[in-house]
């Protein structure tokens, strides 16, 4: 008969929950440029896939990965396709606000798909260390149950608020999509200098709306010479 560890069982649910949250989070805001969820979603596979792979190969080893590295690396590429993601959002305002403006040019699949993967590898190591302790412990069953359990509701929650976020205009969901990856890149760089956020996590709430007010009011000042900023969206 197989034995489970509630509170482990429990523990690994919330922690899976809580730290896939912030990846799905993040590959609906890289969908904000690239018009769809695929590229972004296949590097946080790629990337909690490989976390994964490194956790049954090596074990305990993970836990002695650079993890400040790993978050200023990761905070690197948010914040740079923050900015990307940012002229993007301008273009779409102007569009709503003249149709007849030029599409917006693509080609940044890579640096999607890269930062998925940047934030897939991150999220799941902070969960896999949990999780390895739980193991170590004697409890790996529980915490595989949990973390699975967890991850189902994720993918389970994400395609409902997936649907509704489709019918989201575009200016909107690119501006909460680059205020988001900006709140994301200032929260992972602070951690990677070992800056202790009051509220921990709960500061990425308040930084958002911040984010929010500062880039709705780039976009109007880039937009200010050229037509009334009077978006459809």
Same mark, same amino acid.
């Given at each position: 008969?197989?034995?489970?560890?509630?509170?482990?069982?429990?523990?690994?649910?919330?922690?899976?929950?809580?730290?896939?949250?912030?990846?799905? !989070?993040? %590959?609906?805001?890289?969908?904000?440029?690239?018009?769809?969820?695929?590229?972004?979603?296949? +590097?946080?596979?790629?990337?909690?896939?490989?976390?994964?792979?490194?956790?049954?190969?090596?074990?305990?080893?993970?836990?002695?990965?650079?993890?400040?590295?790993?978050?200023?690396?990761?905070?690197? %590429?948010?914040?740079?396709?923050?900015?990307?993601?940012?002229?993007?959002?301008?273009?779409?305002?102007?569009?709503?606000?003249?149709? !007849?403006?030029?599409?917006?040019?693509?080609?940044?699949?890579?640096?999607?798909?890269?930062?998925?993967?940047?934030?897939?590898?991150?999220?799941?190591?902070?969960?896999?260390?949990?999780?390895?302790?739980?193991? !170590?412990?004697?409890?790996?069953?529980?915490?595989?149950?949990?973390?699975?359990?967890?991850?189902?509701?994720?993918?389970?929650?994400?395609?409902? %608020?997936?649907?509704?976020?489709?019918?989201?205009?575009?200016?909107?969901?690119?501006?909460? +999509?680059?205020?988001?990856?900006?709140?994301?890149?200032?929260?992972?760089?602070?951690?990677?200098?070992?800056?202790?956020?009051?509220?921990?996590?709960?500061?990425?709430?308040?930084?958002?709306?911040?984010?929010?007010?500062? %880039?709705?009011?780039?976009?109007?000042?880039?937009?200010? +010479?050229?037509?009334?900023?009077?978006?459809?969206?």
């Amino acid at each position: 008969m197989l034995s489970l560890s509630i509170p482990a069982l429990i523990i690994a649910f919330v922690i899976t929950v809580t730290e896939m949250t912030e990846v799905v !989070a993040l %590959v609906f805001a890289f969908s904000g440029e690239a018009g769809r969820i695929r590229i972004g979603a296949l +590097g946080a596979i790629a990337g909690t896939g490989t976390i994964a792979a490194v956790a049954l190969v090596s074990g305990a080893a993970l836990q002695a990965l650079p993890h400040s590295e790993l978050l200023g690396v990761s905070a690197f %590429v948010l914040a740079a396709f923050g900015v990307f993601l940012f002229r993007s959002t301008v273009r779409s305002y102007r569009k709503a606000m003249r149709p !007849a403006a030029a599409p917006a040019p693509s080609g940044e699949h890579v640096l999607h798909f890269a930062g998925g993967f940047s934030v897939g590898a991150i999220e799941a190591t902070e969960a896999v260390i949990v999780l390895l302790a739980l193991a !170590a412990g004697g409890a790996g069953t529980s915490a595989l149950i949990g973390a699975l359990a967890g991850g189902g509701v994720l993918i389970v929650a994400a395609a409902i %608020v997936h649907e509704r976020i489709r019918r989201i205009k575009v200016p909107t969901l690119k501006l909460g +999509g680059t205020s988001l990856l900006f709140s994301f890149a200032v929260f992972w760089a602070g951690e990677a200098v070992s800056f202790n956020w009051p509220g921990s996590d709960l500061i990425l709430v308040p930084m958002f709306f911040v984010a929010l007010v500062l %880039v709705r009011g780039a976009v109007a000042l880039r937009l200010s +010479g050229e037509v009334p900023l009077q978006p459809k969206g």
